[in-house]
């Protein structure tokens, strides 16, 4: 590298030919796939851009390996920062390191010590829950032919929620997949796994006879995740769980005005109805 030259990730310059990295990241893109869709793409960027700690390409090493990740530092800076230290058996993620070989860096959710401010979180939320409760949970879903997929995501991925047969048949339950981020807090799990359920019982996730559930999908995606966030504020509070429901509709601003409450207040009771809550008071809701 000549004086005053910008090395650039490995150390080198800029004026160096870059096709060996080039063809390391189209090898990746084509072996994954990850990256085949517009929506994807612009996941990727929206992520490179939030990690302004890491080099452009170690941040899309960061989001192949562990999709949802919300902020990753190696051992020496989240002891030196935050007082915090990897959980026993944590996976390490692998970014490259100038001029060396790699480097091992945790996520959030893969630490602990010293409490972290609420704001570090994504889906922040409070409060007590039964021992057992999510296996409980578990186990009323599957005998309703709901299934519970716990996903190995990073903080900024919660949960997802899909049809998965579609026989028509008005005497069969269709069935459901839902995916919750097993690294989460058990409070910020359940809630989650409202919110899914949710999408499921409002229609958002195709018709089902028996169940008596029409289609309904609005074509605005901030009217659906407002009226599935909105059935998981109303189950939760009632429950005492306390979720930041506000900061999670902050990007969805605009589209209450459509909201279906009759809509979203009998969707909040099948839910209840099927996991065995509020938690509080006692009792099935009357």
Same mark, same amino acid.
């Given at each position: 590298?000549?004086?005053?030259?910008?090395?650039?990730?490995?150390?080198?310059?800029?004026?160096?030919?870059?096709?060996?990295?080039?063809?390391?990241?189209?090898?990746?893109?084509?072996?994954?796939?990850?990256?085949?869709?517009?929506?994807?793409?612009?996941?990727?960027?929206?992520?490179?851009?939030?990690?302004?700690?890491?080099?452009?390409?170690?941040?899309?090493?960061?989001?192949?390996?562990?999709?949802?990740?919300?902020?990753?530092?190696?051992?020496?800076?989240?002891?030196?920062?935050?007082?915090?230290?990897?959980?026993?058996?944590?996976?390490?993620?692998?970014?490259?390191?100038?001029?060396?070989?790699?480097?091992?860096?945790?996520?959030?959710l893969d630490t602990e010590?010293?409490?972290?401010?609420?704001?570090?979180?994504?889906?922040?939320?409070?409060?007590?829950?039964?021992?057992?409760?999510?296996?409980?949970?578990?186990?009323?879903?599957?005998?309703?032919?709901?299934?519970?997929?716990?996903?190995?995501?990073?903080?900024?991925?919660? &949960?997802? /929620?899909? +049809?998965?047969?579609?026989?028509? !048949?008005?005497?069969?339950?269709?069935?459901?997949?839902?995916? %919750?981020? =097993?690294?989460?807090?058990?409070?910020?799990?359940?809630?989650?796994?409202?919110?899914?359920?949710?999408?499921?019982?409002?229609?958002h996730c195709g018709p089902?006879?028996?169940?008596?559930?029409?289609?309904?999908?609005?074509?605005?995606?901030?009217?659906?995740?407002?009226?599935?966030?909105?059935?998981?504020?109303?189950?939760?509070?009632?429950? &005492?769980? /306390?979720? +930041?429901?506000?900061?999670?509709? !902050?990007?969805y601003k605009g589209a209450?005005?459509?909201?279906? %409450?009759? =809509?979203?207040?009998?969707?909040?009771?099948?839910?209840?109805?099927?996991?065995?809550?509020?938690?509080?008071?006692?009792?099935?809701?009357?």
């Amino acid at each position: 590298m000549r004086p005053g030259e910008q090395g650039d990730l490995f150390g080198r310059s800029e004026t160096d030919d870059q096709d060996p990295d080039r063809a390391l990241i189209d090898q990746l893109i084509a072996d994954t796939q990850l990256y085949s869709t517009s929506s994807a793409l612009k996941e990727l960027f929206d992520f490179t851009a939030r990690m302004k700690n890491m080099a452009p390409f170690n941040a899309m090493l960061l989001h192949a390996q562990k999709p949802g990740i919300s902020y990753a530092m190696t051992v020496q800076d989240w002891w030196g920062r935050f007082r915090r230290r990897p959980k026993e058996g944590a996976r390490p993620l692998i970014i490259l390191r100038n001029f060396g070989p790699v480097n091992f860096v945790y996520d959030v959710l893969d630490t602990e010590g010293e409490e972290l401010p609420e704001a570090a979180f994504s889906f922040p939320t409070t409060g007590k829950l039964p021992f057992g409760f999510l296996r409980a949970c578990e186990h009323a879903m599957a005998g309703e032919d709901l299934r519970l997929i716990w996903l190995d995501q990073g903080d900024r991925s919660a &949960g997802f /929620a899909r +049809r998965i047969t579609n026989h028509g !048949d008005p005497k069969k339950l269709q069935t459901f997949e839902v995916g %919750v981020n =097993r690294n989460h807090p058990e409070p910020t799990q359940v809630v989650t796994l409202v919110h899914e359920l949710a999408h499921i019982f409002l229609g958002h996730c195709g018709p089902d006879f028996r169940r008596k559930i029409k289609h309904y999908r609005p074509v605005d995606l901030a009217l659906r995740e407002i009226e599935a966030e909105s059935v998981a504020y109303v189950v939760a509070k009632r429950s &005492g769980l /306390a979720p +930041r429901s506000e900061s999670y509709l !902050d990007s969805y601003k605009g589209a209450s005005g459509d909201l279906d %409450v009759h =809509r979203v207040l009998s969707s909040a009771y099948r839910i209840e109805k099927l996991l065995g809550m509020p938690l509080e008071g006692g009792g099935s809701p009357q």
